[in-house]
């Protein structure tokens, strides 16, 4: 191929997709964000009601924290639909970034509510109020059971999605809270000392923190085009450089157009070949399966000296 074309191939080897299919009703994937979206509202209004009633701020507090969850959903599931729409105009990748927004605002949001729980928590450790154990526990099951079973339509292709695992995160920190509520509220019946609820409050907010602190350090990669997890660029490098005629590799780049899709584009020096579309198809098809990288924009270059490429130099952008 003569220096400067290019040829594109693109690959959605991750599950993602396009296409006018979305418009005959909801992937599998979005009816877990409406199930879970519906579920935690209605038990966000059933909190509220009963942090009230019970005169509990662990429970008014635990609401805080769910309806921050549920806008996490919101987020992760309106950046699922813009993901699917097609490219056009000025948007060449479609809407596909929206995931890796979603994902890093899921994060934030899982921060601030772990922020708002140790703040409660400290505040009842100076001043303990007396907690109405009984109905405390009880909507905390409740919570277990309607936080768990949401954790459960995201358990699946979690590993292959930041946006779905950062959901599930949610859930899981969700069902953790409630379950510590309920152990609090025991210890509390059982012996009286009221600082136990604000101590299991801090406890969560720990584990909270080590778990989103995962995602948002990823998150934040994909948004800076940091190469992704389980993608080496060497071994990228190495495996075009090992292909038929190929003298030379450089201006290799690896990047998240999403969360579940990876892009590449690199300039493969071939002297003396010609134009070859088996051996693009090819190699396409190799980054594909060997590395998961679906998008693929490959330059082919004679190596003439008179023209060298202005991006050849490692330092070179």
Sequence with gaps: MPHGDHHHHHG????HEHGPGHSHGPAPGERGFALGISLNLGFVALEVVAGLVAGSMALLADAGHNLSDVLGLVLAWVAVRLARRLPGGRRTYGWHRGTILAALGNAMLLLVAVGAIALESV??????APVATGFMM???AAGILVNGGTALLFARGREADINRRGAYLHMVADAGVSAGVVVGGLLIRLTGWDWIDPVAGLVIAGVILVGTWGLLRESIDLAMDVVPRGIEPEAVSTWLAGQPGV?????L?????STTETALTAHLVRPG????????SAVQRGLREHFGIGHATLQVEQGDPAHPCALAPAEAL
């Design 138 to 140: 009880a909507v905390a």
């Design 247 to 251: 003298a030379e590799v450089h201006d």
């Design 12 to 15: 959605h080897g991750h599950g």
């Design 253 to 257: 780049h690896i990047w998240a157009i």
């Design 273 to 280: 070949a010609a134009v070859d579309d088996g051996f693009l």
């Design 123 to 128: 505040q009842r450790l100076m001043e303990p």
